[in-house]
């Protein structure tokens, strides 16, 4: 079965999108999707839903969403790993095509949905790739970019403004450099209504997948839909690269497709531009672009760790038990540069170990009173960890409900020396939160 | 009157079917860079570039609209403003003048009436391969009463005669001020955390 495939079918068979392009004919796709098809077909009649199918070393994982199958097959990756790529391949597809497209093929079923993806096909190759090197999509969370706090403070009040003068065109607004955040405007976050990290990582992966023809153009005008937001419709992003260099970009988003919009979001863009350099903002984006993970690199060699990822649920100084509106905050992670992938595999096994209840949650780290996690957490009873070692390495996760730490340490050290180290990242962090992560504006 | 006032602007809009090098055109005229391979236009694109005819500054604003049939209910967004309709097809390829034929009829009866038209045969650098016969292709422009060009993105022919020209034939208006301004600088009351009571 070897490397891991995905494959994103119609309910009559038909290839939409796979991730090894045309390299497969589609008679060696056949007999793969052809077994899918058929047992859910047989589990749907039984009233029962297939997810995965063993075989050897090797899985197959299903996902009926609407008048689409989603089709996974790999060697290496658990269960859990190959539904969330089917999740997020889903997720990108609405993101091109908007749930709509279970109409069409519920009318025509013979509809060539490939022909309606055609480019933007390459949005999925995008985060299929992203997803097998990076670690965003295994933590649903879009990465963070370090920014001093006075500058964040500085693009958020512009970001404000850039609302304001917009007169309430712009919805969304979000400033990027490379895939990671540096700020983010939004409407007031309610429970059944919010921009979720899953569509500011859609987002991201988006833009990325388009670069060379968004460098291209001075502005360009997308349709695109946030499914998690409202899967039935799209937005219209406005795109312009502030400094292609260091990939700085602005994304600027409204509900309506009027080349008016466009011609406002445009003078919106440059106004935000102006003031941004005008009080050398600007200046302070691109170091923090140029910057990109040496911070978090820092910290890891600090604390003597590989590597580590950071994902951050809600703000860390937020009283965790139940604050409604910290709940509505997006999750964001800070990640060390990775070398290699094997991280993620023992992350996610780590984190599989985790979910299943299978973790210690009063070991050393929330014990030991000199590395007590208790003014870090502030729910130390909550803090659950993990770790496993391989190949010389130790991989270790700890969780609690505002954020989920994950690292690599390059020896089989003990564990009070791996909980003292552990702190040592999680306090560095704390240190810099404010620099470190965004709160996005809210209006 | 300052130098920048003087700047008249003409919107221009590129149509035409998938793969026909729309927005290989644009980058040759805006950059004068070309790609050999060109990802494909998703929505559309917005370029700008001045050039001077007859010693006017002109400011051609041009709309690279995506060619894919899921976006052609987008279009009339961009040529309803625009001044000049360039019709793109791909010489070594009949299927695309034909659509291009498409465009043109769309044009007629639902476009601005004032709108310039130009018909431009793209990809003349692949000579072998020709499909459309340049006599067809002038032919039916004249009919349609529009310009004809054969242009090469790739090899930088006919290109900027393209779009120097068709701007030139423009009754241009003022460029509107952009009117907007933003200050960086934050607030005092937004520096200031806000207090949280303690009950």
């Not at chain 1, 730490?405 to 810099?432: G, M, N, Q, V, W």
């Not at chain 2, 929505?43 to 049939?69: P, Y």
Request: hydrophobic share 40%.
């Amino acid at each position: 079965m070897g490397q891991r495939k995905i494959f994103a079918l119609t309910l009559a068979g038909k290839r939409v999108w796979s991730s090894v392009g045309d390299e497969v004919s589609e008679s060696e796709v056949s007999s793969l999707t052809g077994l899918c098809t058929a047992v859910m077909g047989v589990c749907e009649q039984q009233g029962e839903t297939i997810r995965s199918v063993s075989c050897g070393s090797g899985r197959i994982v299903c996902a009926r969403r609407g008048e689409l199958v989603f089709v996974a097959a790999g060697s290496s990756d658990c269960e859990a790993y190959l539904a969330r790529e089917l999740e997020y391949a889903y997720e990108a597809m609405l993101m091109a095509l908007t749930s709509r497209v279970h109409k069409v093929l519920a009318s025509s079923p013979g509809y060539d949905v490939k022909e309606l993806l055609g480019s933007t096909g390459t949005v999925l190759s995008s985060l299929e790739a992203w997803g097998r090197t990076r670690p965003e999509p295994f933590l649903g969370a879009a990465r963070a970019a370090r920014l001093e706090a006075s500058r964040r403070a500085q693009l958020a009040h512009v970001l404000a403004s850039a609302r304001k003068i917009s007169g309430d065109l712009l919805v969304f607004g979000v400033a990027l450099c490379g895939d990671a955040v540096l700020s983010v405007l939004q409407p007031t976050p309610t429970i059944e209504r919010r921009l979720r990290s899953t569509d500011l990582l859609l987002l991201a992966n988006y833009v990325r997948s388009q670069r060379a023809a968004l460098v291209a153009a001075e502005s360009s005008w997308l349709p695109l839909c946030l499914p998690r937001f409202d899967e039935r419709g799209y937005f219209h992003a406005f795109v312009a690269y502030l400094d292609p260099a260091v990939d700085l970009c602005l994304v600027l988003v409204a509900a309506d497709d009027k080349p008016e919009t466009f011609a406002t979001l445009r003078n919106v863009s440059k106004a935000i531009e102006n003031a941004l350099l005008r009080d050398g903002v600007l200046d302070a984006l691109r170091d923090a672009a140029v910057e990109d993970y040496r911070a978090a690199d820092r910290i890891a060699e600090t604390a003597k760790a590989d590597h580590f990822i950071f994902s951050r649920r809600r703000p860390l100084a937020a009283q965790p038990p139940k604050e409604p509106r910290a709940e509505l905050a997006l999750a964001q992670c800070l990640s060390a540069r990775a070398v290699g992938t094997h991280h993620w595999a023992h992350y996610h096994a780590l984190a599989l170990r985790l979910r299943c209840g299978s973790a210690q949650p009063q070991h050393a780290l929330a014990t030991d009173p000199n590395t007590s996690a208790h003014d870090l957490f502030e729910a130390p009873l909550a803090a659950s960890l993990v770790y496993a070692t391989s190949n010389a390495r130790t991989y270790f996760a700890l969780t609690a409900p505002n954020f989920e730490l994950y690292a690599t340490f390059a020896s089989l050290a003990p564990a009070s020396d791996l909980a003292k180290r552990t702190h040592h990242i999680l306090s560095l962090i704390k240190l810099e939160e404010p620099a470190f992560f965004f709160d996005p504006v809210s209006y | 009157m300052t130098e920048k006032s003087k700047v008249k602007e003409v919107k221009v809009v590129l149509l035409g079917d998938t793969g026909v090098g729309k927005s290989s055109l644009a980058q040759r005229f805006v950059t004068n860079n070309f790609k050999p391979y060109c990802e494909t236009t998703i929505g559309a694109s917005f370029m700008s570039k001045i050039v001077v005819v007859d010693g006017k500054h002109l400011k051609c604003q041009i709309w690279d609209t995506a060619g894919q049939e899921k976006y052609h209910s987008l279009a009339p967004m961009y040529y309803r403003g625009a001044a000049v309709a360039i019709l793109v097809y791909d010489m070594t390829s009949a299927k695309s003048f034909e659509k291009l034929k498409e465009w043109a009829r769309e044009l007629r009866t639902q476009g601005p009436t004032e709108i310039i038209l130009a018909v431009a045969g793209n990809k003349s650098d692949l000579e072998d391969r020709r499909e459309v016969d340049t006599g067809v292709a002038q032919t039916y422009a004249d009919d349609i009463g529009a310009a004809f060009f054969e242009t090469s993105a790739k090899d930088d022919r006919n290109v900027s005669d393209l779009f120097t020209a068709m701007a030139g034939r423009v009754p241009a208006a003022a460029s509107p001020a952009d009117g907007f301004r933003i200050d960086a600088h934050v607030p005092r009351r937004e520096q200031t955390p806000k207090r949280k009571s303690c009950c």
